[in-house]
């Protein structure tokens, strides 16, 4: 991300530093030259003359549900079928592990041939969390701003769902406070991927938001029925057993790819028992740390920062394009960094974190947990502050 040349003073008028303008530039352009140069190697051409993308599982079970099928997208050589079908012969494992009312999402989509599928997937979805993060900083260099993160180009490439787990969750925390509804809709439609909203009943109580916990719950329950209702309850027995597999399924070819604590730990020691002790603690953290801040007086900036890396920071399985979600909790930041100014290396932290997740393709490693660990610093040291002004106050 970029960095706005801005002091107490300046206020929410403030324009983008000149080097920065061009630094965003540059990763803009970088983003399109890759794409286009990847798209061109065929992503969607058959007979194994292109690249597959991630997105082909989804197709492909959109699909099979199109077929009365909806159970079958759990079976990999099933589904596999219709994938060699859609690009031609590939090794690899594509398999379907999301809960069934994703699979509202994934017919829709089946309707329109693989590559329009694509393309209409993944820059609507991009759309959205565009929207998303200038809703957040308030401000149409938000757009410019949300373009050039790092992880933008990771999700373009695997055609996966960092967009739409970003959008909803910096949608609903944009929202939360003015359109509890709204919000409360959004976060029901988070359990499409349930590992990323764990964090988010904690903070919702703590914070006494009831109309949005609840308006979450009936969305996430009724769209749990329709599916029971649409798919029969055969797609509930399918999905349970695989999701377990989920994490172990993507580290098959190598832990590095796991951007977490666990994936940390079993790279480096190759310990489940110490990879599950590591994530379970900062895990426990996180969620203490978004639990008092969200019963407390902070800043609202400073609670949904702390919530959105706090919930990258909770979970096990999260990959490079998932990291879009970083997206939220500096765009706080900013917003936060727009009225207040910033801290003494607050910017710099910010640009450490984007040079990881940058570095990831040369090092294959959990990088972008690192950065995930940077921004939640920068998060602790604005609550940090923010106590000490408290302090004063209540002194004075």
């Not at 794409?35 to 690249?51: C, D, H, P, R, T």
């Not at 749990?224 to 580290?251: C, N, R, T």
Request: with cysteine.
């Amino acid at each position: 991300m970029a960095t706005y040349e801005i002091s107490p003073a300046h206020g929410a008028g403030a324009k983008l530093a000149h080097p920065v303008e061009l630094v965003c530039f540059a990763l803009i352009v970088v983003n399109v030259v890759s794409l286009v140069a990847f798209y061109l190697q065929g992503l969607w051409i058959k007979e194994g003359a292109g690249n597959v993308a991630d997105f082909l599982a989804l197709w492909a079970a959109g699909r099979e549900t199109l077929a009365g099928h909806a159970a079958a997208a759990y079976d990999w050589p099933t589904l596999r079928l219709i994938e060699e079908n859609a690009v031609g012969h590939f090794n690899g494992y594509l398999g379907w592990r999301y809960p069934p009312p994703f699979l509202f999402v994934a017919a829709a989509l089946a309707l329109l041939p693989y590559a329009s599928a694509f393309l209409v997937w993944l820059f609507g979805t991009f759309l959205c969390y565009l929207a998303a993060i200038r809703a957040i900083i308030g401000d149409r260099v938000g757009y410019f701003l949300a373009a050039a993160f790092p992880p933008v180009l990771a999700n373009f490439m695997a055609g996966q769902n960092g967009f739409l787990s970003a959008s909803l969750i910096g949608g609903a925390l944009a929202l939360l406070e003015r359109q509890p509804i709204g919000a409360g809709v959004l976060l029901g439609l988070l359990t499409y991927k349930p590992h990323l909203g764990l964090l988010f009943p904690i903070a919702l109580v703590a914070g006494g938001y009831w109309r949005v916990f609840i308006t979450a719950a009936i969305v996430a329950a009724l769209m749990a029925a329709l599916s029971l209702a649409a798919f029969g309850a055969e797609s509930w027995h399918a999905f349970f057993p695989v999701i377990g597999d989920a994490m172990y399924a993507e580290s098959r070819a190598y832990w590095g790819r796991l951007q977490s604590a666990f994936g940390l730990m079993r790279l480096f020691f190759d310990s489940e028992v110490l990879a599950w002790a590591v994530q379970g603690t900062l895990a426990i953290i996180a969620a203490g740390a978004v639990a008092i801040l969200w019963r407390g007086r902070a800043a609202y900036e400073i609670k949904a920062a702390a919530l959105g890396v706090g919930v990258l920071m909770a979970t096990p399985h999260v990959l490079t394009y998932d990291l879009v979600v970083l997206a939220v909790p500096i765009a706080f930041l900013f917003r936060l960094g727009r009225t207040q100014g910033f801290l003494k290396h607050e910017l710099a932290g910010i640009g450490l974190a984007c040079v990881l997740i940058l570095i990831y393709p040369f090092v294959v490693a959990p990088v972008g947990y690192v950065a995930v660990l940077v921004v939640a610093t920068l998060v602790l040291r604005r609550g940090l502050a923010w106590a000490g002004q408290e302090r004063c106050g209540d002194f004075v």
